[in-house]
Structures are given as structure tokens and as C-alpha cells.
């Protein structure tokens, strides 16, 4: 039993664009950036604002999760009308494999540890700074017992070193009725057994130019398992 269970916190969520769900579908897996690039994906494929900051933080060889279901990258993308799906996990696929907690957002947090600058402070609310990183995290049991206490069910983001694998039991969660149909199309033309479930919220109104691009994406992406949108 790892950490999380042992203190109910189940499932965990990974917020993504609706149109990764054929790529993430298709592999039954989340992949890190690092992962991605190697297997060709442009720089394009990902987030403009975190694409970089993660590996320049330390963090770029890592799958982020989340402890809550809407996270503020979920609400803030939704209010902007990007379509967007949040992965419900169950925490029992973190079972035997190590990973880290950290309760600052990695690629949005200004406070770091580097030029000099001491960061946040270390501490059972923080966790500690290991190897390059400029953000503290907790790494071991004790030091991840110690920040869930502190967080008091606050969010924290759960790192993950690739792959993450996907079981039947995932549920993918949409915020609107059209995502939701779309969604179930991907999920059956790849033979996926996830459930879709449909959140009343973050309210939601998507922008005719994003769900426009997004169903040409994934209509390219199903008819060709090879293509990578670059």
C-alpha cells in the first residue's frame, strides 16, 4: 500500500488536452516529455508555459498527477475554452513503483533555488531539495506522511518516473456533453474499456475555433496510428 491509499487519497488525476486522448488511449500509458520527444513529438505537442521550465526546475523526466480533480491548470484552460479531459487513475497503479510529492506547482512556482536565491524553506510542510532540483519535494514515506498532514487535503502534485500505466478501471472525466460523445468515439474506435463520466463542472463553454481543431486533430490521429500531429 503506497502513501496515498493509506490515507484515502483515490483516485489521482492527470489533467490533459482532449485531443491527446488517441495518443493516450492507444498506449494504455502517460509518457513524460522526455519519452515523447524521443518517439518524435515536436515541441508543439506540449504546454507553451511548461514545456521547458520543467527540465530547467529538475523535473523533466516526470509524469505530474494530481491528488484533486480539478486542478487550477483543469479550470483555468475550460474558462479559456480549451477542450480538456481529466484522467481519473486509481492510486493502486503507484503500488511498488517510487515516486515524489511536492505541493508547488513545478512549472508555474517563482520562488526556486538557484543564482543563489535559498527557495522555499525545508520542512515536513515542504519536503527537502534533492539532487538538481529547485523545488523541495517528499521523497520518502515519513516525508510524504509528513506533507499530506500538513496539506490537510490540499492538492499536491504526485511524480511520477515514466511510464504510468493505464488499467480498465480508468475513467475518463469531460465537462460537456459534445467532449463526452467525442471521447466515447476514441475510446471505441481504439478498443479502450475506460468509462466516460460527464462533470457538471468547472463551468464550461468551449470556442467554436478550439473544438473545430480539435476534432480535425483527432480525426487525423485515428486514421493514421503514425501520425504525430507535426
Known sequence: MNTLIAN????????????????????KLLKSKVAL???????????????????Q???????HLSTVGHPPILEAKLAAGFPHICLCIPATVL?????????????????????????????????????????PIARTEVEQQQLIEARNGGMLEVLVRPPVLLPNTTR???FSAKDRDVSVNVLEHLGAAWTVSLANEPAYRVRARYSKACSEFIKSSLDDDSWKGN
Open 8 to 27: 484515502d487519497i483515490d483516485p489521482v488525476y492527470h489533467v490533459a488536452p482532449l485531443h491527446y486522448l488517441p495518443f493516450i488511449a492507444r498506449a
Open 37 to 55: 520527444r524521443d518517439e518524435g513529438f515536436a515541441e508543439t505537442h506540449f504546454r507553451s508555459k511548461s514545456r521547458h521550465l520543467d527540465a
Open 57 to 63: 526546475r529538475g523535473f523533466g523526466n516526470y509524469i
Open 95 to 135: 503500488d511498488g513503483i517510487e515516486f515524489d510529492l511536492c505541493r508547488y506547482n513545478v512549472a508555474m512556482s517563482r520562488q526556486l533555488r538557484r543564482d543563489g536565491k535559498p527557495g522555499f524553506a525545508e520542512g515536513p510542510a515542504n519536503g527537502r531539495y534533492y539532487d538538481d532540483q529547485q523545488i
Open 172 to 174: 475518463v472525466s469531460v
